[in-house]
T-cell receptor
């Protein structure tokens, strides 16, 4: 299995530009998570999907952030417009329910730098 | 709300010595407890979890953790540390049957040759 695949691995953009991060979860996993990691705040859960439906988006910082999961094999996290304080590593993770609850499989992350 | 605390920013240990990384949790209800490890420029990797049963759980790479309900702790341990164990370690908690994990801030472990 290829694991969770994220793209791009690195993105450098200018303030005000739109940023789209992509994630392909592990096949058969029905839960998908977007996390943000910074030195100051550590690892923060932004949004959580179950069976393609957003369950908890209370961690999304503000309206500039949006996430979609149009099907079981693809999700996007969009920031529009981007700001320097959005600079962070964004992780996507997937999981199954039941006995494997909580065993998240993380992608390699997308490192975003907003100038 | 569920949360975990990892009181130390960095843990330094000599190679071959025992390694302990501390974690305490706060949750209303039965907790699921987890440890994850992050190597540089990589995503987090699952190490082990406590759901129910034996308080001592064993995981990957020789790590184990002990659940202590009275002290609300779930410390990670390894009897003999390796240089390759140098990484960032995260404790996490979830409510029973819930996939929504709350992670601690992480502990940097440095194993000195």
């Amino acid at each position: 299995d290829a694991g969770v695949i994220q793209s791009p691995r690195h993105e450098v953009t200018e303030m005000g530009q739109e940023v789209t991060l992509r994630c392909k979860p592990i096949s058969g996993h029905n839960s998908l998570f977007w996390y943000r990691q910074t030195m100051m705040r550590g690892l923060e859960l932004l949004i959580y999907f179950n069976n393609n439906v957003p369950i908890d988006d209370s961690g999304m910082p503000e309206d500039r952030f949006s996430a979609k999961m149009p099907n079981a094999s693809f999700s996007t996290l969009k920031i529009q417009p981007s700001e320097p304080r959005d600079s962070a590593v964004y992780f996507c993770a997937s999981s199954t329910d039941g006995t494997n609850t909580g065993e998240l499989f993380f992608g390699e992350g997308s490192r975003l730098t907003v100038l | 709300a569920q949360s975990v605390a990892q009181p130390e920013d960095q843990v330094n240990v000599a190679e071959g010595n025992p390694l302990t990384v501390k974690c305490t949790y706060s949750v209303s209800g039965n907790p699921y407890l987890f440890w994850y490890v992050q190597y540089p420029n990589r995503g987090l990797q699952f190490l082990l979890k406590y759901i129910t049963g034996d308080n001592l759980v064993k995981g990957s790479y020789g790590f184990e953790a002990e659940f202590n309900k009275s002290q609300t702790s779930f410390h990670l341990k390894k009897p003999s540390a390796l240089v390759s164990d140098s990484a960032l370690y995260f404790c996490a908690v979830a409510l029973y049957g819930n996939n929504r994990l709350a992670f601690g801030k992480g502990n940097q472990v440095v194993v000195i040759p």
